[in-house]
C-alpha cells in the first residue's frame, strides 16, 4: 500500500509541471523509498520525474528500479539525457544494462559516452558471463607503496569523491601489480608518523581472485571472510577491480535464481520473466518437460508390465498413486535438501558417506511412518476375501518403506553425483528425482506384490 502514497500527487505534479515539488521529492526522499513511490508510473513517467533531480539523485533512484523499467527507459528515452545518465553510472552496473540493449541502440549509445567509459564498457564487456570479471567494478581507490600516508590521505580526499567505495585501499606497484592493502582506519592511526611509506604499514596477505575465477566461487568467498570488497587480478596479478558485497549480493540472488529454475524444472532464464519471449519461455519449460515425459513413459510401461496382476488383484491399482507420490516426494525432499546444502557450503563430496548414512537413517524413520499409515490403509482397501489375506495385508507397508528408502536415497547420491562430475547439482531437479524413483517404485510394489500373494 505505501508504494502508492505518492501517486496522486506524483501525477499531478506531472500534469501541471510542477518543477520545484518534483525536485523536493527526487532530493528529500531516500532513492530506494522514491523509487518505490514511483511503482505505479510507467517508465516514461518515471523518467519525467527523476529529470527534476540532480544527476546524483537521479542516478541513485534509477538504480533502485526494476529491471525491466530500467531497460524501458534505456530503450525509449531520448538518447543525449540517457547517455550523460549511464555515464555516471558504476562501471559493473552500465555493463549489465547495456549488454541487454539493441544493437543499435547500444551502438548509438556508446557513441555519446564519454571516451573513457566507452573503452571500460568495452573492456568489462568481453569477460565471459558469470565470471569475476565480469560483476567487477573498476572504480577503485589504489595508491603507490612509495607514498607516504600523509600523501596517501591527500590522495585519498582527492579519490574519495569518485570512488565507489574506499573501506579497504590497494597498493599497488609502478606497474599496477597489487602488493597490499591498507584500511582507512589505519592510514588515520599512521598520522602520528606522517612520513611512514605505506609498504612499511601495508598487509601484505590478502586474498585476491583471478579475473576469469567463477562468480559464485567469488561470493562464497567474499561471505567465507566476511569481506567488504575483494580485489581483481590478471594471471600476472595486476589489479583490475574489485568485487564489492552489493555485487556479491547481486551474485548470490542471481545463482539463487538459477536453481530455483533448476530445481523446479525450467531452463534457467537469460532476462527477466516479461523480457523473455514466450517461444523462449516454452522452449525452457518445454524441454524439461519433454524430458519428464519420458520418465513418465517409462512408468506407464513398468506398470504395463504388470497388467496380469492388476487384473488379478484389482486393489493393487488403488495404491499406485500413493506408491509414486510417497517415493517421488521424499526423493524431492533430499534433493532439495542436499542442492541447497552444496550451494551454500554447507557440506562437500567428502562428506558424501555422512549424508548417505543420514539419508539411509531418514528414509528409514519416515519409510516406517508411512508404512504404519499404509497398513491402516491396507486393512480398508484390501478386499477380505482375499487369499493370504495377512499376508496381502503387508504389500503397501512394504512397499511404501522400500520406496521412499529408494526415494531418500537417490534424491541425495544424484546431486553429490553431478558435483563430482562437475556439473550444476540443480540440473538433478526435484521432478527429475521423482520421476526416476517414479518408476523404481512401481518395480518395486509389483516385485513386493508377486512375493507376498502370488
Request: hydrophobic share 50%; with cysteine; charged share 20%.
Amino acid at each position: 500500500m505505501i508504494n502508492t502514497l505518492y501517486l496522486p500527487e506524483l501525477r499531478e505534479m506531472l500534469s501541471a509541471n510542477n518543477a520545484d515539488g518534483l525536485r523536493d521529492f527526487c532530493e528529500a526522499i531516500h532513492p530506494s523509498r522514491a523509487a518505490e513511490f514511483m511503482a505505479g508510473l510507467s517508465a516514461s513517467e518515471s523518467w519525467q520525474v527523476i529529470q527534476h533531480g540532480v544527476m546524483e539523485d537521479r542516478v541513485d533512484i534509477f538504480s533502485f528500479f526494476g529491471k525491466d523499467k530500467q531497460y524501458e527507459i534505456l530503450e525509449n528515452e531520448p538518447l543525449a539525457s540517457v547517455a550523460a545518465m549511464v555515464a555516471e553510472l558504476a562501471p559493473d552496473d552500465r555493463v549489465d544494462l547495456l549488454q541487454e540493449l539493441d544493437d543499435d541502440r547500444l551502438a548509438e549509445l556508446l557513441k555519446l559516452l564519454p571516451v573513457e567509459e566507452r573503452r571500460d564498457f568495452q573492456r568489462l564487456s568481453q569477460y565471459p558471463e558469470g565470471t569475476a570479471g565480469a560483476v567487477m567494478t573498476t572504480e577503485i581507490a589504489k595508491l603507490s607503496e612509495s607514498l607516504t600516508i600523509r600523501e596517501a590521505l591527500n590522495e585519498i580526499g582527492r579519490q574519495s569523491e569518485t570512488y565507489e567505495t574506499i573501506y579497504y585501499l590497494y597498493i599497488v606497484d609502478s606497474e599496477d601489480h597489487l602488493r597490499g592493502l591498507v584500511s582507512a582506519r589505519q592510514l588515520l592511526a599512521g598520522m602520528k608518523q606522517p612520513e611512514t611509506l605505506l609498504h612499511e604499514v601495508m598487509e601484505t596477505n590478502l586474498v585476491s581472485v583471478d579475473v576469469l575465477d567463477d562468480q559464485e566461487d567469488v561470493a562464497k568467498q567474499v561471505a567465507k571472510m566476511n569481506l567488504l570488497a575483494i580485489p581483481v587480478v590478471d594471471n600476472q596479478h595486476k589489479l583490475l577491480g574489485i568485487i564489492t558485497h552489493d555485487d556479491v549480493i547481486d551474485v548470490v540472488q542471481e545463482e539463487a535464481t538459477e536453481d530455483a529454475h533448476r530445481i523446479g524444472a525450467v531452463d534457467p532464464l537469460d532476462e527477466s520473466y516479461l523480457r523473455t519471449s514466450v517461444f523462449t519461455l516454452t522452449w525452457k519449460r518445454g524441454i524439461w518437460l519433454a524430458i519428464l515425459f519420458f520418465f513418465a513413459l517409462l512408468t506407464a510401461i513398468a506398470i504395463r508390465e504388470y497388467e496380469t496382476e492388476i487384473e488379478k488383484w484389482v486393489w493393487l491399482a488403488l495404491f499406485i498413486p500413493l506408491i509414486i507420490s510417497s517415493g517421488g516426494n521424499s526423493g524431492s525432499q533430499s534433493a532439495t535438501l542436499i542442492i541447497t546444502a552444496l550451494s551454500r557450503g554447507h557440506i562437500s563430496l567428502s562428506d558424501w558417506l555422512r549424508v548417505v548414512f543420514r539419508e539411509l537413517v531418514m528414509g528409514l524413520l519416515l519409510g516406517a511412518g508411512l508404512a504404519a499409515m499404509g497398513l491402516a490403509a491396507s486393512i480398508f482397501f484390501v478386499p477380505p476375501s482375499e487369499t493370504f489375506i495377512s499376508a496381502s495385508l503387508f504389500v503397501v507397508p512394504l512397499t511404501l518403506l522400500l520406496v521412499v528408502l529408494c526415494g531418500t536415497l537417490t534424491g541425495s547420491i544424484l546431486p553429490l553425483l553431478f558435483e563430482k562430475l562437475g556439473w550444476d547439482p540443480a540440473m538433478m531437479s526435484t521432478p527429475f528425482v521423482a520421476g526416476i524413483v517414479d518408476i523404481l517404485g512401481i518395480l518395486i510394489y509389483f516385485k513386493v506384490a508377486t512375493i507376498f500373494i502370488a
